[in-house]
Nanobody
Framework: QVQLVESGGGLVQAGGSLRLSCAVS????????MAWFRQAPGKEREFVAV????????DYPDSVKGRFTISRDNAKNTVYLQMNNLKPEDTAVYYC??????????????WGQGTQVTVSS
């Protein structure tokens, strides 16, 4: 049974920072490609970041490039998303996932329950 548990969401003012964590169990974490997605109300799930099992990071979408950074700690079976200079449009539920490394959410097999990030203006 693979489990992903996100934490670290909350309410922050515009310009602030948050660090999300996703702890993974039930799978050989070091071999997994991990990604973060987000979903705002009424919108489709959006790709945010990916990190491959090698540690290489994929390209970030323009909406978060230069502000968000994905990282992983294989010893802790955890992937992180550092979010800086947050904007109100970053408000969404953030999900971590295990999958192919694509920017399409349909190619991910396992998902966490999500953590809410709310950015006030």
């Amino acid at each position: 049974q693979v489990q992903l548990v996100e934490s670290g969401g909350g309410l922050v003012q515009a310009g602030g920072s948050l660090r999300l964590s996703c702890a993974v169990s039930g799978r050989t974490f070091s071999r997994n490609t991990m990604a973060w997605f987000r979903q705002a109300p009424g919108k489709e799930r959006e790709f945010v970041a990916v990190i491959y099992w090698s540690g290489r990071r994929g390209d970030y979408p323009d909406s978060v490039k230069g502000r968000f950074t994905i990282s992983r700690d294989n010893a802790k079976n955890t992937v992180y998303l550092q979010m800086n200079n947050l904007k109100p449009e970053d408000t969404a539920v953030y999900y971590c996932a295990v999958g192919s490394g694509s920017d399409y959410y349909g190619e991910y097999d396992y998902w966490g329950q999500g953590t809410q990030v709310t950015v006030s203006s």
